[in-house]
């Protein structure tokens, strides 16, 4: 296994989090905005965890809703380095969406999130050495 596959792998980070009122909108289903949140929290997690270096989000791509996830849902949170280049990484984060009180699982949401690693004068540098 390659030194980056590795890295990829030691990298993945997964949350959990519970889709509480004040994470909803007024149609009682996790809001977008707060969605995107945590995916960009989990994916910086990831990208630094994966460079350990300072990282900045430069862009999103593609992000896809493709259910509503409901207030009283547990939801998963899984990022992993999806491509490497000189300075930057993408990470692909997925939401699981769990009912709280029984198995059902499905995947609701995909997102891409594109960091660059920088130094102390906020330049780009190598991801990884």
């Excluded at 930057?88 to 059902?104: L, N, P």
């Excluded at 891409?112 to 690693?117: D, I, N, S």
């Amino acid at each position: 296994m390659s030194n980056i596959e590795l890295l990829k792998d030691q990298s993945e980070t997964r949350i959990f989090k519970a889709v509480f009122p004040n994470t909803t909108n007024h149609y009682d289903t996790l809001f977008g905005g707060t969605t995107l949140h945590m995916m960009d929290e989990a994916s910086f997690i990831c990208a630094t965890r994966f460079s350990r270096k300072k990282v900045v989000t430069v862009s999103t791509d593609k992000i896809d809703f493709t259910k509503p996830i409901p207030q009283g849902s547990i939801v998963e949170l899984i990022a992993r380095v999806d491509k490497v280049g000189r300075s930057s990484c993408v990470v692909k984060v997925d939401i699981f969406m769990e009912d709280m009180y029984s198995a059902q699982r499905e995947k609701v949401v995909t997102g891409y999130f594109t960091f660059v690693a920088i130094g102390d004068d906020k330049k780009p540098v190598a991801i990884v050495d």
